[in-house]
T-cell receptor
Framework: EDKVVQSPLSLVVHEGDTVTLNCSYE??????LLWYKQEKKAPTFLFML????IEKKSGRLSSILDKKELFSILNITATQTGDSAVYLC????????????FGKGTKLTVNP | ETGVTQSPTHLIKTRGQQVTLRCSSQ?????VSWYQQALGQGPQFIFQ???????GRGNFPPRFSGLQFPNYSSELNVNALELDDSALYLC????????????FGPGTRLTVL
């Protein structure tokens, strides 16, 4: 059965801290890995990763994929209170429906 | 804003009732997927529709069914509601079947009493 595991499940930091969120996966027919930010309802797209070792960057957020070790990390530097959210990792599986398999998410709380 | 809309926003039903949730996908997107997100969990894949036909299904019983219309909008129907069906229901659309990037709507919060 396809599985995506995120850690930690919950994290509380102070503004200005740097955080690293982890995502490991065991799936058949891997196609890509996606990171989403979910604040209230709709997950909003952050990154899509398909190749190992190539860092994707957007402002203070960056992410990288290791297809050999089957994991990805999401880094957030100089955290702000607006970064408080649940961060979801999802893997796209190939063939047929190409569904997203999600982890449980990491709940990040950034205190002022 | 992703351009994906869902209705209603919230819904309260009782056990045994039936419910229909609606999703309008982003313009030009012909593939819609539905997910169930229970409290504190990641979204779980229910099923996907591509050009009006079901194209993949997760581990959900047959009382979860759906439709996609010619304009690519979609419905999720749940019969014989159970307490455990209480969740946030998300739909996501993408431009084509082979596209990895999915755009989510704001969801419908269903409470079953």
């Amino acid at each position: 059965e396809d599985k995506v595991v995120q850690s930690p499940l919950s994290l509380v930091v102070h503004e200005g801290d740097t955080v690293t969120l982890n995502c490991s996966y065991e799936v058949t027919n891997f196609r890509s890995l996606l990171w989403y930010k979910q604040e209230k309802k709709a997950p909003t797209f952050l990154f899509m990763l398909t190749s190992s070792g190539i860092e994707k960057k957007s402002g203070r957020l960056s992410s990288i994929l290791d297809k050999k070790e089957l994991f990805s990390i999401l880094n957030i530097t100089a955290t702000q209170t607006g970064d408080s959210a649940v961060y979801l990792c999802a893997v796209v599986t190939q063939g047929g429906s190409e569904k997203l398999v999600f982890g449980k998410g990491t709940k990040l709380t950034v205190n002022p | 804003e992703t351009g994906v809309t869902q209705s209603p926003t919230h819904l309260i039903k009782t056990r045994g009732q039936q419910v229909t949730l609606r999703c309008s996908s982003q313009s030009g997107h012909n593939t819609v997927s539905w997910y169930q997100q229970a409290l504190g969990q990641g979204p779980q894949f229910i099923f996907q529709y591509y050009r009006e036909e079901e194209n993949g299904r997760g581990n959900f019983p047959p009382r979860f069914s759906g439709l996609q219309f010619p304009n690519y909008s979609s419905e999720l129907n749940v019969n014989a509601l159970e307490l455990d069906d209480s969740a946030l229901y998300l739909c996501a659309s993408r431009a084509k079947l082979a596209s990895n990037e999915q755009f989510f709507g704001p969801g419908t919060r269903l409470t079953v009493l």
